[in-house]
């Protein structure tokens, strides 16, 4: 098997998007009975544009840097949760529906979100002791990942930044042969 390259511009986007990870980890939108944080918008985002690899690296790592920051107590969950979160989506898109990628988000973003509920539903019972004291918290999460999820799609897809993304990808690679 043949090992990937690394390149810078793989360094830089992997870094920025982790960055911006940890900034959306920082703050919340208050809603009644809990709180929405927009991380998922970047760990969808990453994921979509990124291989599988880097897209766990960006929202498992991310995600555990943010908490190591700002609420210790869910690092190891977040580092699991959004790291597989990320891994779905970016394995939808760029491997199962390589050839139809839009199509592949889409089922990566609802996958993930399946995931992302499902894991930190399963912290809380684990923390907390029980199901009737986790299973309040999950249709906020089930709200912030749609959001998330929506928000990438819409900024890949709609906003230009795949486009942006491939055309300097593809200048960067053009340069290194």
Avoid at 101 to 120: E, K
């Amino acid at each position: 098997m043949q090992k990937k390259k690394r390149t810078t511009l793989w360094l830089c986007v992997c870094a920025t998007f982790m960055a911006f990870n940890v900034i959306m980890c920082s703050f919340y939108i208050p809603v009644p009975g809990g709180q929405l944080y927009l991380c998922d918008a970047v760990i969808c985002s990453a994921a979509i544009l990124l291989d599988p690899f880097s897209a766990f690296l960006v929202g498992g790592l991310g995600a555990f840097l943010g908490d190591l920051l700002f609420y210790p107590e869910a690092m190891l969950a977040s580092l699991i949760t959004h790291g597989l979160q990320a891994l779905a989506v970016s394995i939808f898109t760029n491997c199962i529906c390589k050839k139809k990628p839009r199509l592949g988000s889409l089922i990566g973003v609802v996958a993930g979100a399946f995931i992302m509920v499902t894991g930190y539903t399963v912290w809380r019972r684990i923390v907390l002791g029980s199901w009737a004291a986790s299973l309040p918290v999950a249709p906020f999460e089930a709200l912030q990942a749609t959001i998330g999820g929506v928000l990438a799609m819409l900024l890949v897809w709609k906003c230009g930044l795949y486009q942006l993304y491939e055309r300097v990808r593809s200048k960067l690679s053009r340069s290194e042969h």
